[in-house]
T-cell receptor
C-alpha cells in the first residue's frame, strides 16, 4: 500500500513569511509524529499525535510552530514568521496502534526541505 | 532525558567487507527499545533493525546484526558483505516506551566503495 506522503517536497520562502507543510499518514495509522532534521541539531522530535488524545507538543522549539491533525488523518505543520534557522528537512512519521512490539515501528515520509532566505 | 551518541561521523568500507557502526546511549530506564534507521540520499528513513532491551539475544536481519550490551549501554550495528546500496546515513534511535517519540543520534555517514 501507499506509504507516508509529504508535500511539498521542497519549499523556499522568505524570512518572515508563514509556511504550511502537509503530511498524509498511512491509512489506518493512529499515531503521527513530526521531526526536524537540521545540519547542526540532527534529528529532533517536534510533536506527536495519538488518536483523540491531546498532542505531545514538548518538542516544538517556539510558539511560531504549531501543528494540527484533522479527522485523525492528515496533519499540517505551520511555521509562522519563518527565520533562517528554521531551514531544515521536516520529516513526518506514522505508526499503527496495537500492543505488539511490531507496532513500535514508525514509518517515515520523504520529508519536506524548507529553505528560508 | 535520554541521549544517544554516535561517535563516528563518517565511515567507509570496501564492497563485500564488514563494517561496524557504534552507538551508545544514556538512560535510567530498564525496559526500552533501540533502533537503527537508514537514510539514503532520497531522504526516506528506513528501519534496519530493532532491539527490545528485555531481550538478551541480539537482533539479526539478513546481513545486519547488532551487538547489544545493556550494562555498557552500547548498541552497535554490524553490516556484513557490504553492498553499494548500503551507502547512506545511519541513525541510532532510542524509544523509552512503546509508541513514544524516537530520540536519535547525530548519525554516521557510511560510504561503500566498489
Amino acid at each position: 500500500g501507499a506509504g507516508v506522503s509529504q508535500s511539498p517536497s521542497n519549499k523556499v520562502t522568505e524570512k518572515g513569511k508563514d509556511v504550511e507543510l502537509r503530511c498524509d499518514p498511512i491509512s489506518g495509522h493512529t499515531a503521527l509524529y513530526w521531526y526536524r532534521q537540521s545540519l547542526g541539531q540532527g534529528l529532533e522530535f517536534l510533536i506527536y499525535f495519538q488518536g483523540n488524545s491531546a498532542p505531545d507538543k514538548s518538542g516544538l522549539p517556539s510558539d511560531r510552530f504549531s501543528a494540527e491533525r484533522t479527522g485523525g488523518s492528515v496533519s499540517t505543520l505551520t511555521i509562522q514568521r519563518t527565520q533562517q534557522e528554521d531551514s531544515a528537512v521536516y520529516l513526518c512519521a506514522s505508526r499503527p496502534s496495537g500492543g505488539a512490539v511490531s507496532y513500535n515501528e514508525q514509518f517515515f515520509g520523504p520529508g519536506t526541505r524548507l529553505t528560508v532566505l | 532525558a535520554q541521549t544517544v551518541t554516535q561517535s563516528q561521523p563518517e565511515m567507509s568500507v570496501q564492497e563485500a567487507e564488514t563494517v561496524t557502526l557504534s552507538c551508545t546511549y544514556d538512560t535510567s530506564e530498564s525496559n526500552y527499545y533501540l533502533f537503527w534507521y537508514k537514510q539514503p540520499p532520497s531522504r526516506q528513513m528506513i528501519l534496519v533493525i530493532r532491539q527490545e532491551a528485555y531481550k538478551q539475544q541480539n537482533a539479526t536481519e539478513n546481513r545486519f546484526s547488532v551487538n547489544f550490551q545493556k550494562a555498557a549501554k552500547s548498541f552497535s550495528l554490524k553490516i556484513s558483505d557490504s553492498q553499494l546500496g548500503d551507502t547512506a546515513m545511519y541513525f541510532c534511535a532510542f524509544m523509552k516506551r512503546p509508541g513514544e517519540k524516537l530520540v536519535f543520534g547525530k548519525g554516521t555517514k557510511l560510504t561503500v566503495n566498489p
